[in-house]
């Protein structure tokens, strides 16, 4: 494992660098939309690392956006389940996971769920891709419905809006800068970006989230965003905290090989 360097913060940082209390180690990560392939390797990755650091007491915390857009969002879910099953793994819910419960009572968000990314989160569950082709938005909705098992629902349905650890706040999207943050509302912790994304004061925590697409991990004083555009960058980036030390650990999909590697951030 690569040595853990303090983290040393530019000059418009007050104050102590943000911490993970002692005795913890925390792995963010990233929207997975749905690359099974690249959460495999993420998932194997974090092992190897976790093992090769000092016992603490580690949490894995999935930013949300686990599905759609990408090819395999039913073995995304089934991976993450069994992961939760051996390891403690907290997961956000995030914009596409709220879509996709509210369109199981709805024909209209079941509209809007499909174009952005919920047609291969169906195709995923359904044995016969071909009745989705054939059925129209009613019957497509109940086919989703009976295609998805009732225990990955009740997973998703168990995902949190917020996790704070130390000195990170870990939500999907980000927060109202003018919003106490114990009066956020959970529509802007899923989907907001402005002003959150522009904002250069101080948040008090440092948040950490995804939802934006960048070409790489967003490291400021106040945020980092960890959403590398998986499902179509073929980059899938987690986050290493312990003490003030940070580091990334990165998926990628170069020509159908998968490779994965650490690095410190200074």
Known sequence: MLNRLRTLFGPETRGAAPAIPQGRRVYAVGDVHGRLDLFEALIAAIETDDAACRPAQTTIILLGDLIDRGPDSAGVIAAARAWSQRRTVRILLGNHEEMLLRALDSDEVMRHFLRFGGRETVLSYLA????????????????ME????????????SFEDSIAVGDYLFVHAGIDPETPLDAQRAGDLRWIREPFLSHTDSFGPVV??????????QIRHNRIGLDTGAYRSGRLTALGLQGTARWLIEG???GGIISTSTRELA
């Open 128 to 143: 016969e891709p071909n009745q989705y082709h054939r059925a129209e938005l009613s019957e497509a909705r109940a086919l």
């Open 146 to 157: 009976a295609a998805i098992p009732q225990g990955d629902l009740d997973f998703i349905r």
């Open 208 to 217: 950490v989230h995804g939802h934006t697409i960048t070409n790489k991990p």
């Open 252 to 254: 990628q999909d170069l």
